[in-house]
């Protein structure tokens, strides 16, 4: 019986691991290192520089 009961845990625990899979590809979130921010702000301060 114990055997049995180890066989189903141990079957059932590999579907739950196998079953685990990102298959979405891309990344939902928007990962910014801190060099981005202060490209985005001195391109910003070119676009004005030229207007002028």
């Known amino acids: 019986m114990k055997i ?3 066989l189903i845990t141990v ?3 590999s579907m739950a691991v196998t079953s685990c899979t ?3 590809g891309e990344n939902d ?3 910014l290192a801190p060099n981005d ?3 985005v702000l ?3 301060t070119q676009v004005e520089e ?3």
């Open 22 to 24: 990102n298959d979405e």
């Open 50 to 52: 030229n207007k002028d």
């Open 4 to 6: 049995i009961l180890l």
């Open 37 to 39: 921010e202060e490209e």
């Open 29 to 31: 979130l928007d990962y």
């Open 42 to 44: 001195l391109m910003g």
């Open 11 to 13: 079957l059932v625990a």
